[in-house]
């Protein structure tokens, strides 16, 4: 075999390489930090829109009527939810279920306040 079909065998092996590694690990879908975040965003103005239409803040995230999963984090825990007047917060705990944490283990929320 000469040195240039050898070339070209090395780089078509390359480029199917490269091509069922990215077929089978490239498209694993959001992370899961990104996941609870955008769930965090919706749930603010749901809340939001929520309060407008009813008049009232919600007592809980259970008042929304919404699917568990929109109301739950990347794990399938429920959001923490709470409300002091018109200052509201819904949080989730890190992948280690504790208060605090890093990089992953970090809790992620939203605080706003609703508008009169």
Do not use: C
């Not at 390489?17 to 959001?30: D, E």
């Not at 990347?74 to 959001?79: D, L, N, T, V, W």
């Not at 929320?109 to 009169?116: A, L, N, R």
């Amino acid at each position: 075999m000469t040195q240039e079909k050898k070339t070209i065998l090395a780089l078509v092996i390359l480029i199917a390489a490269v091509a069922f590694i990215y077929l089978k690990f490239g498209q694993l879908g959001p992370s899961p930090v990104a996941t609870m975040i955008s769930r965090l965003n919706a749930l603010e103005t749901t809340v939001i829109d929520w309060s407008k239409t009813n008049g009232k803040i919600p007592a809980s995230l259970a008042d929304l009527d919404l699917p568990e999963e929109q109301t739950n984090d990347h794990k399938g825990e429920p959001f923490i939810f709470s409300a002091e007047g018109r200052a509201i917060t819904i949080s989730s705990l890190g992948a280690d279920g504790k208060t605090g944490g890093n990089m992953f283990n970090a809790d992620q929320k939203v605080e706003f306040t609703i508008p009169e």
